[in-house]
Protein backbone atom coordinates (compact mmCIF):
# COMPACT_ATOMS: atom_id res chain seq x y z
CA UNK A 1 0.00 0.00 0.00
CA UNK A 2 2.71 2.42 0.40
CA UNK A 3 4.80 3.88 -2.15
CA UNK A 4 8.62 4.75 -1.73
CA UNK A 5 7.83 8.15 -4.52
CA UNK A 6 4.68 9.59 -1.44
CA UNK A 7 7.23 11.10 0.46
CA UNK A 8 4.97 12.13 3.53
CA UNK A 9 3.39 8.50 3.48
CA UNK A 10 4.15 6.05 5.97
CA UNK A 11 6.44 3.54 5.27
CA UNK A 12 7.10 1.98 8.63
CA UNK A 13 5.86 1.75 12.28
CA UNK A 14 6.66 5.44 13.92
CA UNK A 15 8.10 5.73 17.32
CA UNK A 16 7.45 7.40 20.29
CA UNK A 17 9.20 10.89 20.50
CA UNK A 18 10.57 11.20 24.60
CA UNK A 19 9.32 14.53 25.67
CA UNK A 20 10.93 15.12 29.20
CA UNK A 21 10.01 11.77 30.93
CA UNK A 22 6.65 11.48 29.11
CA UNK A 23 6.65 9.04 25.95
CA UNK A 24 4.87 11.29 23.59
CA UNK A 25 3.54 9.57 20.15
CA UNK A 26 5.25 10.89 16.70
CA UNK A 27 3.30 11.89 13.50
CA UNK A 28 3.09 8.73 11.46
CA UNK A 29 4.15 10.35 8.12
CA UNK A 30 7.69 9.58 6.45
CA UNK A 31 10.47 11.56 8.02
CA UNK A 32 8.51 14.08 10.18
CA UNK A 33 9.41 14.42 14.34
CA UNK A 34 6.31 16.53 15.25
CA UNK A 35 4.36 15.03 17.72
CA UNK A 36 0.74 13.77 16.69
CA UNK A 37 -2.24 15.48 17.29
CA UNK A 38 -4.85 13.17 15.33
CA UNK A 39 -5.59 9.78 14.89
CA UNK A 40 -6.55 8.65 11.23
CA UNK A 41 -8.32 5.11 11.94
CA UNK A 42 -8.80 3.63 8.77
CA UNK A 43 -8.91 0.03 6.96
CA UNK A 44 -8.80 -1.75 3.81
CA UNK A 45 -12.13 -3.34 3.16
CA UNK A 46 -10.17 -5.92 0.99
CA UNK A 47 -8.28 -7.12 3.63
CA UNK A 48 -9.85 -6.22 6.81
CA UNK A 49 -13.13 -7.02 8.27
CA UNK A 50 -15.62 -3.71 8.16
CA UNK A 51 -15.69 -3.44 11.89
CA UNK A 52 -11.47 -3.57 12.39
CA UNK A 53 -9.57 -0.09 12.68
CA UNK A 54 -5.79 0.46 11.62
CA UNK A 55 -4.60 3.68 12.73
CA UNK A 56 -1.60 6.42 11.49
CA UNK A 57 -0.90 9.46 13.62
CA UNK A 58 -0.37 12.90 12.15
CA UNK A 59 0.41 16.28 12.83
CA UNK A 60 -1.31 19.23 11.95
CA UNK A 61 1.23 19.79 8.96
CA UNK A 62 0.23 15.71 7.82
CA UNK A 63 -3.41 15.49 8.80
CA UNK A 64 -5.00 16.64 5.49
CA UNK A 65 -1.97 14.76 3.46
CA UNK A 66 -2.12 11.40 5.25
CA UNK A 67 -6.29 11.77 5.12
CA UNK A 68 -6.52 12.38 1.64
CA UNK A 69 -4.05 9.55 0.88
CA UNK A 70 -6.78 7.32 3.02
CA UNK A 71 -9.59 8.70 1.54
CA UNK A 72 -8.83 8.50 -2.07
CA UNK A 73 -8.44 5.13 -1.57
CA UNK A 74 -11.69 4.34 -0.01
CA UNK A 75 -9.43 3.50 3.53
CA UNK A 76 -10.25 6.73 5.74
CA UNK A 77 -13.01 5.79 8.30
CA UNK A 78 -12.22 8.58 10.83
CA UNK A 79 -10.31 11.31 11.98
CA UNK A 80 -10.23 12.11 15.73
CA UNK A 81 -8.03 14.06 18.55
CA UNK A 82 -5.53 11.93 19.92
CA UNK A 83 -6.75 12.97 23.36
CA UNK A 84 -10.25 12.04 22.11
CA UNK A 85 -9.23 8.56 20.98
CA UNK A 86 -10.74 5.61 21.81
CA UNK A 87 -8.89 2.63 20.52
CA UNK A 88 -11.67 0.02 19.51
CA UNK A 89 -11.23 -3.83 20.64
CA UNK A 90 -9.37 -5.73 17.85
CA UNK A 91 -7.71 -2.18 16.46
CA UNK A 92 -4.01 -2.10 16.52
CA UNK A 93 -2.11 1.38 15.59
CA UNK A 94 0.69 1.73 12.92
Do not use: I, Y
Amino acid sequence: MNSPDSPDVPDAPHAARSAGSAEVPGCSAKGCRDAAVWVLAWNNPKLHTPERRKTWLACEEHREHLSRFLGVRGFLKDVVKLDEWVQPEGSERR
